[in-house]
């Protein structure tokens, strides 16, 4: 993962920004745009395989896990951007993380608040994988 800029040096724009454009990317999950969407082997392994519409049916059901996710509170989401959340799919523990990426992917996002300078790329894993 890209070093990120720390809260207290980021631009203005604030993290109210952030989460709108953080809820935009999980809420078009399934067309993120510039932006990105990753999983980890320990989620494609629940999931199992999609050929064919194998396993469609759960990777509809992790993504909408994902997309409909709205537990924030200050314990898990302090600074306010909706970056990161966790959830129970198929019996284990997984989580979703966004990392704030500059255009090319070489380096962090100078503004994460900046959606023409910054691709936002979700990760969705099993919690034992991070």
């Known amino acids: 993962m890209a070093k990120q800029t720390p809260q207290s040096e980021r631009p203005e724009g604030g993290p109210r920004k952030i989460a709108r454009l953080n809820d935009w990317l999980r809420e078009h999950i399934t067309s993120p745009g510039a932006n990105r969407v990753v999983m980890t082997a320990g989620i494609a392994a629940l999931i199992g395989d999609v050929t064919l519409f194998r396993g469609f049916h759960k990777r509809a059901e992790l993504m909408r896990a994902v997309r409909d996710f709205d537990a924030f509170d200050h314990g898990n989401d302090p600074y306010g951007e909706h970056d990161m959340g966790s959830?129970?799919?198929?019996?284990?523990?997984?989580?979703?993380?966004?990392?704030?990426?500059?255009?090319?992917?070489?380096?962090?996002?100078?503004?994460?608040a900046d959606s023409f300078q910054t691709v936002r790329v979700l990760t969705i894993m099993r919690a034992d994988e991070r």
């Open 87 to 112: 959830f129970e799919f198929d019996g284990t523990s997984c989580m979703w993380k966004i990392d704030y990426y500059n255009r090319d992917l070489s380096a962090g996002s100078e503004d994460p």
